[in-house]
């Protein structure tokens, strides 16, 4: 499966919202469970990265199945780093495993080398200092030495699953910045876009109020009278 690449200008859209800001317009419209706990960038300057979700699946180890040479067999998720969607985050629910990694840093420097925009993962990577240095933003619950295998098994890709805490289906966007992961329902996105950089504007111009010393009350939320006084700014 093919995950598709939205347009390069919706993502540009999304790119300039902060993920706080895409909380509140999802929360307008009556979706609260966007946010991945504990996720956090492994590379605190790793910025606003915005893709198409390409999903992973992980369960539990089996001794019998998560052998050294089942790495080697179809289905594993070398397969799934070649397999994967340019210019897609790869999503991988680690059932939220924090004692190995889901990746290390040959398998983050292969998929920035495929040009995936990011990895996010509610488990923790391996090889963290050599991750980073591969520059792939990598969204993460930590770091953890022991392989993949010793706790975790890869199972599949691009069905639904659960990151910390949150469903993702392939194709849903991913916004994670210094907040944290946000992920909109593709459907959703270009309303978001459009409503989220309203938003930004206007909150932008209440910083400035604000700085100028201003009162909350009547500001933010805003009164009708500020609504207007907002809108009216620079006419005349």
């Keep these: 499966m093919t995950i598709p690449v939205p347009d390069p200008a919706l993502v540009e859209r999304l790119a300039a919202i902060s993920t706080?800001?895409?909380t509140m317009q999802l929360l307008k419209r009556g979706i609260r469970n966007v946010w991945m706990r504990g996720v956090r960038p492994l590379q605190p300057a790793a910025g606003r990265v915005v893709g198409p979700a390409e999903t992973w699946r992980f369960v539990p180890m089996r001794e019998d199945v998560s052998t050294v040479e089942s790495l080697g067999l179809p289905g594993n998720?070398?397969?799934?780093?070649?397999?994967?969607?340019?210019?897609?985050?790869?999503?991988a629910d680690a059932c939220g495993c924090s004692a190995a990694g889901v990746i290390?840093?040959?398998?983050?420097?292969?998929?920035?080398r495929r040009g995936i925009r990011a990895m996010v993962t509610d488990g923790a990577v391996r090889d963290a200092a050599g991750v980073a240095a591969t520059g792939?933003?990598?969204f993460a619950a930590g770091a953890a030495a022991p392989a993949t295998i010793s706790a975790i098994h890869f199972a599949e890709r691009n069905?639904?699953?659960?990151?910390g805490g949150v469903m993702v289906r392939p194709g849903d966007l991913i916004v994670a910045d210094g907040d944290g992961v946000v992920v909109v329902p593709q459907a959703l996105a270009p309303a978001i876009a459009a409503d989220g950089g309203a938003q930004d504007a206007f909150e932008d111009w209440v910083v400035?109020?604000?700085?100028?010393?201003?009162?909350?009350?009547?500001?933010y939320p805003p009164s009708p009278e500020t609504r207007a006084e907002y809108e009216a700014r620079g006419k005349g």
Excluded at 104 to 112: H, M, P, Y
Excluded at 209 to 218: D, F, K, T
């Design 136 to 138: 792939l933003p990598v």
């Design 159 to 163: 069905g639904a699953i659960g990151c």
């Design 208 to 219: 400035e109020q604000v700085g100028r010393g201003r009162a909350l009350p009547g500001l």
């Design 20 to 22: 706080a800001t895409l």
């Design 77 to 91: 998720s070398r397969e799934a780093v070649e397999a994967a969607t340019p210019g897609s985050v790869v999503v």
């Design 104 to 112: 290390g840093d040959i398998l983050a420097a292969r998929l920035g």
